[in-house]
C-alpha cells in the first residue's frame, strides 16, 4: 500500500512551493505573481473544502488571480483549491478586499463564493469577469489526459456574491488539449 507514501511525498513537495512562496513573497519588491500565490494561499485555508489530511501551512490552492473584479478599488482573489489528489483543482473560491485598518487577513477578505465545477479546474480572468474553465472527458479518456474539449463559464462578481453571465463550450484545440 503506497497511498500514505505517495500522499506524504506529495504533501512534503506542496510544503516546500508554498514556504519558497511565502519567503519569496515576504521579500521586499517580490513579484506580484509571488504575492498573489501566497495570499491565496492563505484564504484557501479559510475555505470548507480544504482537503483532509493535508497539513494546515500547505498551499492547496492554484491559479491565483489577483484582481478588482468588483470594480471597487481594492484587489480581489481568486483561485482553484486542490482536492489533495490527482484530479487537481475540483473546487474554486473568490475572496473580495473589504475597507478596514485591520491588520488581520481574516478582516481584510471576505468570501464570495466557493463552488465545486469538476476535476481539473483552470481559472482566467476575462476583462473585469472570472472564467471558469472545466474539461470535457469522454468515455475512453483517463483522469490525466481529457480529449472532449472545455466548458467555460463567465462570473461576474459583485459585493456578495458571483453571477453567471454566460457559458461556452470550447473544442478541443480551443482548450488545448489537441496540440
Known amino acids: 500500500m503506497r497511498t500514505p507514501t505517495l500522499v506524504l511525498g506529495w504533501t512534503a513537495a506542496i510544503a516546500a512551493c508554498f514556504a519558497i512562496a511565502v519567503s ?3 521579500r521586499p519588491g517580490a513579484s506580484a505573481t509571488k504575492r498573489c500565490a501566497a495570499l491565496a494561499g ?3 485555508k479559510r475555505t470548507s473544502h480544504y482537503p ?3 497539513e494546515r501551512g500547505v498551499n492547496v490552492s492554484s491559479t491565483p488571480i489577483c484582481f478588482d473584479f468588483t470594480g471597487d478599488g481594492r484587489g480581489d482573489v481568486a483561485f482553484g483549491i486542490l482536492s489533495g489528489g490527482t484530479a487537481g483543482p475540483t473546487y474554486w473560491a473568490v475572496f473580495r478586499r473589504v475597507r478596514t485598518s485591520s491588520k488581520r487577513l481574516s ?4 468570501k464570495v463564493a466557493e463552488r465545486f465545477s469538476g476535476s481539473k479546474t483552470r481559472l ?3 476583462g473585469r469577469r472570472l472564467a471558469v474553465e472545466t474539461p470535457i472527458y469522454k468515455r475512453e479518456d483517463g483522469n490525466c489526459c481529457p480529449t472532449g474539449g472545455a466548458t467555460r463559464a463567465l ?3 459583485e459585493r456578495s456574491r458571483v453571477v453567471r453571465v454566460g457559458a461556452q463550450t470550447l473544442t478541443p484545440q480551443e482548450a488545448g488539449q489537441i496540440r
Open 52 to 54: 483532509e489530511g493535508i
Open 107 to 110: 478582516a481584510r477578505y471576505r
Open 155 to 157: 462570473y461576474r462578481v
Open 42 to 44: 492563505e484564504l484557501a
Open 124 to 126: 482566467l480572468r476575462r
Open 24 to 26: 519569496a513573497a515576504a
